[in-house]
């Protein structure tokens, strides 16, 4: 368990999921903890696609912690759809939630990251950062957009004292992915696809975003970080 008493970290999606687990396992490693989510139980209830919704979060945040050193945009989603289906409404609600939010989730909280001097970032890329998949075409493409995002404010921030990560867990069993894991065939072919042979929790990702977020991380930064299970080793 990681120290992380003093730390003020703001969660997106932190009211289920990967952000849920995230938040919980901060908590319990003595961080002050800001969830958004467009969910009941957050913080603050807001659409992260919102205009103005990631300063609205910064404020609110800066507001309630006094500051933020830390910032894990986990609001994301999923859906399967092959290219012939779909449309542009399809693509751009994808790109939407998974790239175009989390920058400016960071943009806005980025002047209290530089005020903290140890600024941790933690983005929520996906093995599908660094592979591909039938019917995942615009998944796919915003998954790689989060990590070419770390690795390159990983490069711009680290003057500031700011590291910033990406997670690429594998198949978690999540509420995003619940109905696509409710296909036993789907289901199946990624648990026999991870050398573990099962598919992840949330809590395995949030086990490692803890890490990152503490100081034992403080000389990683612009890296992708693979939480899948072994997913990535099988061809």
């Known amino acids: 368990m990681a120290d992380l008493t003093g730390r003020k970290v703001v969660v997106t999606g932190g009211a289920m999921g990967i952000g849920g687990a995230t938040a919980a396992r901060l908590r319990r490693d003595g961080a002050a903890v800001f969830t958004a989510d467009k969910a009941e139980g957050a913080d603050i209830q807001i659409d992260v696609t919102a205009p103005g919704a990631g300063e609205a979060i910064a404020a609110a945040a800066t507001a309630a912690m006094g500051g933020i050193d830390g910032v894990v945009p986990a609001a994301g989603i999923c859906d399967y759809m092959e290219v012939d289906g779909h449309d542009d409404a399809f693509w751009d609600r994808m790109m939407a ?29 996906s093995v599908m950062s660094v592979r591909g998949s039938p019917g995942l075409v615009a998944y796919t493409a915003s998954k790689h957009a989060v990590l ?10 680290g003057p500031f004292g700011i590291t910033v990560n990406c997670v690429q867990p594998g198949a978690i069993q999540t509420p995003m992915t619940k109905d696509i894991l409710a296909d036993p065939a789907l289901a199946g072919y990624w648990r026999d696809k991870a050398a573990l042979k099962r598919l992840g929790e949330p809590e395995d990702v949030a086990d490692v975003i803890a890490f990152l977020i503490s100081d034992d991380a403080r000389f990683m930064t612009g890296h992708g970080v693979m939480v899948d299970g072994g997913i990535i080793q099988q061809p």
Do not use: D, H, I, K
């Open 97 to 125: 939630v998974n790239v175009t939010a989390v920058f400016r989730t960071v943009r806005a909280c980025l002047p209290a990251l530089r005020q903290s001097g140890r600024g941790r970032v933690v983005l929520l890329g």
């Open 148 to 157: 070419g995002m770390a690795r390159a404010m990983g490069a711009e921030f």
